[in-house]
């Protein structure tokens, strides 16, 4: 057995070159703290005192409130901020965030103390030598940009393997051309604006021939186009991406293709007497990008789900699937408990539905009038909250989700899941009602899929067209791969809100 001396985990943090870049009258105080080994961040907000921010505990670091001359002098002795807002301290990890007023002048720094912290993948490592691709979830600030950082190095030192490191906000390797000593061998390849990421990951692996890939924070469908190419290339891939649990990733449309994708596919009459289902059911699209997800639930703890494939359709099926959990002891061993999934139940799902709590809403860059006389026509008692850990759902607008706000990331420390509207139009805020809010425990989806059967059957009885209900652009898609199936025709009529699908015998029309 190893020693204890072995297993404790060694950290570095260059704490003294991001005091240094403080103004002096904080540094003096800040030097002064007990336990500065716990110490997360720094807030210097202009017209408030600067604050450190500790493991377990907030101190005020000067009663005299921050000047536009501190957050100067904090500026003036660090790199440029990119469009993310971003900037560091060269050779180092430590990350510094602006908040701007609507000039663009700083008005507000965030400056995160970044660590490198050698043995934190001994609970994972056989995982990483396996040769699998992983993705590793957790809520913000549970160390997942850590891990990832030392799985770089063990797979390139460790394991000499070719390692390239897309590292987008430069958290992974730190600032500066020269990439941080954690990294071990492993190269790194800077991304010049945030909304480049995708590409620089395809770049990666046509240019430099790597056998992994690591990438911090997959958030756009881009991004997870890419590292489906990555990964059908044969290219291992160690990835992080928003959402503490597997659960929240299927929720997220944006993501949903990183774990294979979802959709709704219709049995025939003895498949599904055979399984036990109805005849329209939720499966997995494709195989999923990541073999392996790691849920970080602590930092000394992990649920691991070995194979997503197999997780995914149980999930989809209403049963709990085979979980791994593993924790470090007080000896600094890797304790393992195996889980293995349910038999199926014909009513499981049922009955999870019908423990479901009503919807309690926390909206981010949502029309809350329109929701609420959606609400209105729709006859729903709507449920809105102002205070997140009121919510059960957080509801944002797709191009709020992209810039990763507060607010996201809180939504994430709750465990809440998110539901991502397209756009604020009235046919996306319909819809996620109609999701949100099923009628007698029947999701839309099940709806029109239903609806379209039902046409479909009448139509081969000898009616020459029927016409649906209105339905959005994705319930639509289905009802007419549904038609084309059955060797039927079908287009779309009429405008949104009221566009809708008509099934007919004939030539198939576009939709």
């Known amino acids: 057995m190893q020693t204890k001396a072995l297993l404790q985990k060694q950290i570095t943090d260059d704490l003294d070159a991001l005091i240094n870049v403080l103004p002096p009258r904080i540094q003096q105080s800040l030097r002064q703290q007990d336990n500065l080994s716990e110490l997360l961040e720094v807030v210097l907000d202009l ?11 907030e101190v005020v670091l000067d009663p005299a409130e ?4 501190d957050i100067d002098y904090v500026t003036a002795r660090i790199s440029s901020f990119g469009d993310d807002n971003r900037a560091g301290i060269e050779r180092t990890l430590h990350r510094i965030s602006a908040i701007r007023n609507r000039k663009g002048r700083i008005i507000g720094l965030t400056c995160r103390v970044g660590r490198a912290v050698f043995g934190t993948i001994r609970i994972i490592h056989d995982l990483v030598e396996s040769g699998k691709s992983i993705l590793l979830l957790g809520r913000p600030g549970i160390g997942k940009t850590t891990m990832l950082r030392e799985v770089a190095r063990v797979l390139a030192d460790d394991l000499g393997k070719r390692v390239i490191i897309v590292d987008t906000s430069n958290e992974i390797a730190g600032d500066g051309d020269i990439p941080h000593p954690a990294i071990g061998r492993a190269r790194r390849m800077q991304v010049p604006t945030p909304t480049m990421q995708h590409a620089v990951m395809i770049e990666a692996v046509e240019n430099h021939m790597p056998e992994v890939i690591v990438i911090d924070e997959i958030g756009t469908e881009l991004e997870a186009q890419a590292a489906r190419t990555i990964a059908e290339r044969g290219v291992q891939l160690v990835g992080t991406a928003h959402g503490n649990t597997l659960d929240n990733l299927m929720m997220n449309p944006t993501l949903a293709d990183l774990i294979g994708g979802i959709q709704t ?4 009459d003895e498949e599904a007497r055979r399984r036990g289902t109805q005849k329209s059911i ?15 639930q602590d930092r000394d703890r992990v649920a691991i789900h070995p194979d997503v494939a197999e997780t995914v359709d149980s999930i989809l099926r209403g049963y709990p699937p085979a979980t791994e959990t593993r924790w470090l002891d007080e000896t600094g061993g890797v304790r393992i408990k195996k889980e293995e999934a349910a038999a199926p139940k014909k009513t499981a799902r049922a009955r999870r539905a ?3 709590e009503v ?4 909206l981010y860059g949502v029309n809350r009038d329109r929701l609420e006389q959606m609400a209105k026509e729709m006859q729903l008692g709507l449920e809105i909250v102002d205070n997140i850990k009121e919510a059960n759902v957080f509801v944002t607008a797709k191009n709020y989700y992209r810039r990763k706000p507060q607010k996201l990331r809180e939504a994430e420390v709750y465990n809440l899941p998110t539901y991502v509207l397209k756009s604020n139009t009235p046919t996306q805020v319909r819809q996620m009602l109609k999701t949100l809010y099923p009628s007698d425990r029947i999701t839309p989806m099940q709806a029109g899929i239903s609806e379209a059967e039902e046409a479909i059957s009448k139509i081969k009885g000898g009616e020459g067209m029927v016409e649906l ?7 639509r898609r289905l009802q007419h791969l549904l038609a084309e199936r059955n060797r039927l025709s079908s287009q779309s009529v009429g405008k949104e809100p009221d566009r809708r699908v008509r099934i007919y015998k004939g030539e198939t029309k576009e939709s």
Request: charged content about 30%; proline content about 12%; cysteine-free.
């Open 265 to 268: 596919v219709t049995l025939g």
């Open 282 to 296: 939720l499966e997995r699209m494709a195989p999923p990008t990541f073999d392996v997800v790691v849920e970080i």
């Open 66 to 69: 921050i000047t536009e001359d």
């Open 354 to 356: 019908a423990k479901e």
């Open 359 to 362: 919807p309690r809403l926390f």
């Open 47 to 57: 017209g408030r005192p600067p604050e450190a921010r500790f493991l377990r505990r």
């Open 469 to 475: 209900s209105p339905q959005s652009a994705y319930i």
